[in-house]
Structures are given as structure tokens and as C-alpha cells.
């Protein structure tokens, strides 16, 4: 069995600066992709980044060049450093992660993480 937990998330000031991170744990045989969606209020959950085993970025167009994916394989853990806040970053945040468990080691399947709240705000 495979689990997310992530954490980070808060009330920041437009301006500001947060980071989030994304643990997995349990029966784990490999990890590949990881990324970061988010769901505002009345919106739909839309794809924020991505980073692939190797290391590959990929951030949508409207965060670009403010936030900043990461991963620490031998933590497991994937992190989304977010700077230069706006009002319109404010949403649920949810960390995406393709792995193969240790019972299954030729099957991938997606985890999702719980959720964690940002609010921006002045």
C-alpha cells in the first residue's frame, strides 16, 4: 500500500512565498512522474508542474518563472517552491505521483495526495 501526505500549505500575502512537498511511502518498488495540480473554487483541478524520474521539468505558463518543482528521490519527496504569490494562485493543492509498488512491480498507478489549502490574501 502506497500513501501521500503532504503539507506546506497556508495563508500568504500576494507577493509571498510558500513551499510545498509531497511524501510517498510504503511498499514502493519505483517512482516516475511527479507533478502538482491545483482546483480554485468553481474551477476545475488544472495541471500546475511536473518532473519526471530524470529530472525533466515541466510548468504550466501562467506560474512559469515563479514556481519552481523539485524532487528528492531518496526521500521519495516532491516539492513545489512558490514565489511571487498572486490572488489567483489561491486553490487546493494536490501533489500527482505514478508509482510501481513493490507487489505489483510492472504496473504503474497514480497516487494522489490529500490536498493542501493556499490562500493568498491581503
Known amino acids: 500500500q502506497v500513501q501521500l501526505v503532504e503539507s506546506g500549505g497556508g495563508l500568504v500575502q500576494p507577493g509571498g512565498s510558500l513551499r510545498l512537498s509531497c511524501t510517498a511511502s510504503?511498499?514502493?518498488?519505483?517512482?516516475?512522474?511527479m507533478g502538482w495540480y491545483r482546483q480554485a473554487p468553481g474551477k476545475q483541478r488544472e495541471l500546475v508542474a511536473t518532473i519526471a524520474e530524470g529530472g525533466i521539468r515541466n510548468v504550466i505558463g501562467s506560474v512559469k518563472g515563479r514556481f519552481t518543482i523539485s524532487r528528492d528521490n531518496a526521500k521519495n519527496t516532491v516539492y513545489l517552491q512558490m514565489s511571487s504569490l498572486k490572488v489567483q494562485d489561491t486553490a487546493v493543492y494536490y501533489c500527482?505521483?505514478?508509482?510501481?509498488?513493490?507487489?505489483?512491480?510492472?504496473?504503474?498507478?497514480?497516487?494522489w495526495g490529500q490536498g493542501t489549502q493556499v490562500t493568498v490574501s491581503s
Open positions: 510504503g511498499s514502493i518498488f519505483r517512482i516516475y512522474n
Open positions: 500527482n505521483v505514478d508509482i510501481a509498488s513493490m507487489s505489483m512491480p510492472y504496473t504503474i498507478s497514480t497516487y
